[in-house]
């Protein structure tokens, strides 16, 4: 397919982007211990440059850090002696002809006393944000203009250490956004009140760096069109800010939306649907002569095309999507979509509180670390037992190295425990998943063994170099009184449809994405079901709001949902659920029971692999059971590092042998 609007040049103000692709600003926690620029940092912004994006926009840069931090880390604009790093990034990034802004920041009431010190934290006004639950002190009137100038020469820094432009953080509940939104700027001075002087700080920083940088540089704002927050920023508003900014000179807009009290509108998890944020683009694009940039869960290059084609927006924003694959561009525009590793909205990148790091992309924030894959020069062959996501990616390494690969796979599909997903909208993501190593087995010349269960003899015909061992999870079986009747039965057996389930009375007992999926799933089929949602470790991975969400729908559904409680015992035709409070116990008549528990290990191989063979490597589910992260994880780290530890363990044995 021809991408005609997507690598067709850009403008934003007087500046010419070689494409229609931006790399939003996204926190990274690499800056250094005193927000400095780091050398990882650089060579994770170089990586995406590298990979064809337009424009960059580097995450949010602290113009006060010692009020206005969003992170322990964060970067800094603050003072002059951070120009040299900044300017060092410019340069990296401008070697690939793309272009490269620094976003603006300061988090106001979405600070916290952690952060500074124990100092409260500021804010327009002192109306308190649920999520941090710190009351603010309110701004002084000098406080404001203040921060204006700091925010001006933040600008001015930026310029200087040859930085293409500034975005000013105005959207997702930060300081900006507090001036804007009637429900967090309730100020009786200049700069609160009317539209007018809730405009008035924003407005003030553009016409200052304007004044201090040119009328040229360019600036550019990021909103937050709907907080979905109770009396915040609407689209009604929004577009009446966007009409105003447009009038004093910006240079451009991007459309986000939500705050800390709505934060998985920032931060979307695999429940939302590929574009959703995008009509909040097309209603600023509505009102304004300047470029809008859209973002949201964009993924697929056609996707994106068709969003510029009926012109949706100006210009297409891949956060997370860039973390996943840092080549999106480079590869659209070489006709190789089968081989972008799309993001699957797992939000593993929101938990780390390290640095960024990516499920299915292992080098996201390690890129100096993983630099480069060395190919070994001679042919050894490889076994890789299981086609789940971790036995895929290490045999994708290994190829990449120059080894010969062999899978095998009892199933008659790739994926493992990712088939399992059956809710449509996370189901396209985990197919996203599986489609990408596919191909990737294909283009790499894995030889895949379907509907093969490896035995020894197989592998030996191989004369492996190592073998990998990727065999999976099983479901986990609580210790509970009645796991072994006759209606008890696990998940997979509901997934796999290895049962028929029609109206019947079915107890569900577990928690987590596949819990909550085959519950609905249940439901759906038009039984009465009841979810007992006690906690497990694959539950405590999804993100409180995405819990919250899961639990409403399945309320919707007519699922009965159970919270608090433990199953003391299952009988022939109910449940003992008992209030881990009161000890009170209640029984609920069902004719079914499912357990999803979660997984444990399934390595039923590696005791009698190991006589056989010198290397054996167990990786994924089988060596850490629970998440695509450590499945894939698992994968690249051993395929990547096989010949160390090889040497490793001969260096070993040799010295057993001489002592």
Same mark, same amino acid.
């Given at each position: 397919?021809?991408?005609?609007?997507?690598?067709?040049?850009?403008?934003?103000?007087?500046?010419?982007?070689?494409?229609?692709?931006?790399?939003? @600003?996204?926190?990274?926690?690499?800056?250094?211990?005193?927000?400095?620029?780091?050398?990882?940092?650089?060579?994770?912004?170089?990586?995406?440059?590298?990979?064809?994006?337009?424009?960059?926009?580097?995450?949010?840069?602290?113009?006060?850090?010692?009020?206005?931090?969003?992170?322990?880390? &964060?970067?800094?604009?603050?003072?002059?002696? !951070?120009?040299?790093?900044?300017?060092?990034?410019?340069?990296?990034?401008?070697?690939?002809?793309?272009?490269?802004?620094? &976003?603006?920041?300061?988090?106001?009431?979405?600070?916290?006393?952690?952060?500074?010190?124990? *100092?409260?934290?500021?804010?327009?006004?002192?109306?308190? #944000?649920?999520?941090?639950?710190?009351?603010?002190?309110?701004?002084?009137?000098?406080?404001?203009?203040?921060?204006?100038?700091?925010?001006?020469?933040?600008?001015?820094?930026?310029?200087?250490?040859?930085?293409?432009?500034?975005?000013?953080?105005?959207?997702?509940?930060?300081?900006?956004?507090?001036?804007?939104?009637?429900?967090?700027?309730?100020?009786?001075?200049?700069?609160?009140?009317?539209?007018?002087?809730?405009?008035?700080?924003?407005?003030?920083?553009?016409?200052?760096?304007?004044?201090?940088?040119?009328?040229?540089?360019?600036?550019?704002?990021?909103?937050?069109?709907?907080?979905?927050?109770?009396?915040?920023?609407?689209?009604?508003?929004? =577009?009446?800010?966007?009409?105003?900014?447009?009038?004093?000179?910006?240079?451009?807009?991007?459309?986000? @939306?939500?705050?800390?009290?709505?934060?998985?509108?920032?931060?979307?998890?695999?429940?939302?649907? +590929?574009?959703?944020?995008?009509?909040?683009?097309?209603?600023? =694009?509505?009102?304004?002569?300047?470029?809008?940039?859209?973002?949201?869960?964009?993924?697929?290059?056609?996707?994106?095309?068709?969003?510029?084609?009926?012109?949706?927006?100006?210009?297409?924003?891949?956060?997370?999507?860039?973390? @996943?694959?840092?080549?999106?561009?480079?590869?659209?525009?070489?006709?190789?979509? *089968?081989?972008?590793?799309?993001?699957?909205?797992?939000?593993? #990148?929101?938990?780390?509180?390290?640095?960024? +790091?990516?499920?299915?992309?292992?080098?996201?924030?390690?890129?100096?670390?993983?630099?480069?894959?060395?190919?070994?020069?001679?042919?050894? %062959?490889?076994?890789?037992?299981?086609?789940?996501?971790?036995?895929?990616?290490?045999?994708?390494?290994?190829?990449?190295?120059?080894?010969?690969?062999?899978?095998?796979?009892?199933? %008659?599909?790739?994926?493992?425990?990712?088939?399992?997903?059956?809710?449509?909208?996370?189901?396209?993501?985990?197919?996203?998943?599986?489609?990408?190593?596919?191909?990737?087995?294909?283009?790499?010349?894995?030889?895949?063994?379907?509907?093969?269960?490896?035995?020894?003899?197989?592998?030996?015909?191989?004369?492996?170099?190592?073998?990998?061992?990727?065999?999976?999870?099983?479901?986990?079986?609580?210790?509970?009184?009645?796991?072994?009747?006759?209606?008890?039965?696990?998940?997979?057996?509901?997934?796999?449809?290895?049962?028929?389930?029609?109206?019947?009375?079915?107890?569900?007992?577990?928690?987590?994405?596949?819990?909550?999926?085959?519950?609905?799933?249940?439901?759906?089929?038009?039984?009465?079901?009841?979810?007992?949602?006690?906690?497990?470790?694959?539950?405590? *991975?999804?993100?409180?709001?995405?819990?919250?969400?899961?639990? %409403?729908?399945? *309320?919707?559904?007519?699922?009965? /949902?159970?919270?608090? &409680?433990?199953?003391?015992?299952?009988? @022939?035709?109910?449940? /003992?659920?008992?209030?881990?409070?009161?000890?009170? +116990?209640?029984?609920?008549?069902?004719?079914?029971?499912?357990?999803?528990?979660?997984?444990?290990?399934?390595?039923?191989?590696?005791?009698?692999?190991?006589?056989? !063979?010198?290397?054996?490597?167990?990786?994924?589910?089988?060596?850490?059971?629970?998440?695509?992260?450590?499945?894939?994880?698992?994968?690249?780290?051993?395929?990547?590092?096989?010949?160390?530890?090889?040497?490793?363990?001969?260096?070993?044995?040799?010295?057993?042998?001489?002592?």
């Amino acid at each position: 397919m021809k991408y005609n609007h997507l690598f067709e040049n850009g403008r934003i103000g007087n500046l010419v982007l070689k494409n229609r692709i931006v790399m939003p @600003a996204m926190g990274t926690n690499l800056a250094g211990p005193n927000g400095e620029i780091t050398d990882h940092q650089i060579a994770y912004y170089e990586e995406r440059a590298r990979g064809g994006t337009g424009l960059i926009i580097v995450e949010f840069t602290s113009i006060e850090y010692e009020l206005g931090k969003g992170t322990m880390n &964060q970067l800094r604009i603050d003072e002059g002696r !951070f120009i040299p790093g900044i300017h060092r990034l410019a340069n990296a990034v401008h070697k690939y002809d793309a272009k490269i802004f620094v &976003q603006l920041h300061h988090a106001g009431r979405e600070s916290n006393s952690q952060l500074t010190g124990g *100092k409260q934290i500021v804010a327009p006004s002192p109306v308190t #944000c649920a999520a941090v639950g710190e009351e603010p002190r309110e701004l002084t009137t000098a406080e404001v203009k203040d921060l204006v100038n700091k925010f001006v020469m933040g600008a001015f820094r930026c310029k200087i250490s040859g930085i293409d432009g500034v975005e000013l953080h105005g959207a997702h509940g930060y300081l900006i956004n507090q001036f804007l939104s009637p429900n967090t700027n309730v100020r009786t001075d200049e700069y609160g009140g009317s539209f007018e002087n809730r405009m008035r700080f924003l407005e003030e920083i553009v016409v200052g760096i304007k004044e201090k940088c040119g009328e040229d540089y360019p600036v550019t704002v990021r909103l937050s069109v709907d907080e979905f927050d109770e009396g915040g920023q609407d689209v009604k508003l929004s =577009k009446e800010i966007s009409r105003y900014l447009e009038k004093i000179g910006v240079d451009g807009l991007h459309a986000s @939306a939500g705050n800390y009290n709505s934060m998985d509108k920032i931060i979307e998890s695999m429940l939302f649907e +590929q574009g959703w944020r995008v009509y909040l683009a097309e209603e600023i =694009k509505k009102e304004v002569n300047i470029p809008v940039i859209t973002v949201g869960v964009i993924r697929e290059p056609e996707f994106a095309e068709n969003i510029l084609s009926k012109g949706r927006a100006d210009f297409i924003a891949l956060g997370r999507g860039h973390i @996943a694959d840092p080549e999106w561009a480079k590869k659209t525009l070489e006709g190789r979509e *089968k081989e972008i590793r799309k993001c699957i909205c797992c939000l593993h #990148c929101t938990r780390s509180l390290a640095h960024v +790091q990516c499920s299915v992309n292992v080098r996201a924030g390690r890129e100096l670390e993983f630099n480069e894959i060395k190919p070994i020069g001679e042919k050894r %062959n490889v076994a890789v037992v299981g086609g789940g996501p971790g036995g895929m990616e290490a045999a994708r390494v290994l190829s990449l190295k120059g080894y010969d690969v062999t899978i095998f796979e009892k199933d %008659n599909k790739l994926g493992g425990q990712l088939n399992l997903v059956t809710s449509p909208i996370p189901k396209e993501k985990m197919n996203w998943m599986i489609d990408y190593h596919r191909n990737e087995m294909e283009r790499l010349h894995v030889d895949v063994r379907l509907n093969t269960e490896a035995s020894v003899e197989m592998i030996k015909s191989l004369e492996p170099y190592a073998v990998f061992l990727a065999t999976g999870a099983k479901p986990i079986i609580p210790d509970i009184e009645g796991n072994d009747l006759t209606n008890v039965c696990d998940y997979e057996d509901v997934l796999l449809e290895r049962k028929a389930f029609r109206n019947k009375r079915i107890a569900v007992i577990g928690s987590g994405m596949v819990c909550y999926s085959v519950t609905r799933q249940l439901a759906a089929m038009g039984n009465n079901v009841t979810l007992v949602d006690i906690p497990t470790t694959t539950g405590e *991975k999804v993100s409180a709001p995405t819990r919250l969400m899961l639990l %409403n729908r399945l *309320k919707k559904a007519n699922v009965e /949902i159970f919270e608090g &409680q433990k199953v003391a015992k299952i009988l @022939a035709n109910s449940i /003992i659920v008992e209030d881990e409070l009161s000890a009170l +116990q209640l029984e609920l008549e069902v004719d079914h029971v499912v357990l999803s528990m979660g997984t444990e290990a399934y390595n039923p191989l590696e005791e009698s692999y190991r006589k056989h !063979f010198h290397n054996v490597y167990v990786i994924g589910d089988a060596n850490n059971p629970g998440s695509i992260t450590n499945a894939i994880k698992d994968g690249f780290e051993k395929a990547f590092v096989i010949e160390s530890l090889v040497l490793k363990k001969d260096a070993v044995e040799e010295l057993v042998e001489t002592i």
